[in-house]
């Protein structure tokens, strides 16, 4: 069964940095696209940052020149590296995969930026 698990959320101060990771477990193939999701209190789950397999990236215009998406030398790992964050940065951030055409989501991590 495949298993997205997230770390490296948290609290930090606006203009801060974080670093998420995700790793992808539970199979033996590479995935197709890997991303990042956020979801704010009252609002819908929308797109950070995604990579695919050949290393081409795709970045919400919130995060542009800020967020930083990677794939890790691991197999299935992905990084997301958010510097100068803002108060409205503060959500839950969930890992996506598609591997073999499955959509999996990894439980969320919480990042809170205080102003």
């Known amino acids: 069964q495949v298993q997205l698990v997230e770390s490296g959320g948290g609290l930090v101060q606006a203009g801060g940095s974080l670093r998420l990771s995700c790793r992808a477990s539970?199979?033996?193939?590479?995935?197709?696209?890997m991303a990042w999701y956020r979801q704010a209190p009252g609002k819908q789950r929308e797109l950070v940052a995604s990579?695919?397999?050949?290393?081409?990236?795709n970045y919400a215009d919130s995060g542009k020149g800020r967020f930083t998406i990677t794939r890790g030398n691991a197999k299935n790992t992905v990084y997301l590296q958010m510097a100068s964050l803002k108060p409205e940065d503060t959500a839950v951030y969930f890992c996506?995969?598609?591997?073999?055409?499955?959509?999996?989501w990894g439980q969320g991590t919480q990042v809170t930026v205080s102003s």
């Open positions: 990579i695919t397999s050949d290393g081409s990236t």
């Open positions: 539970g199979t033996f193939f590479s995935s197709n696209v």
């Open positions: 996506f995969a598609t591997i073999v055409r499955q959509d999996y």
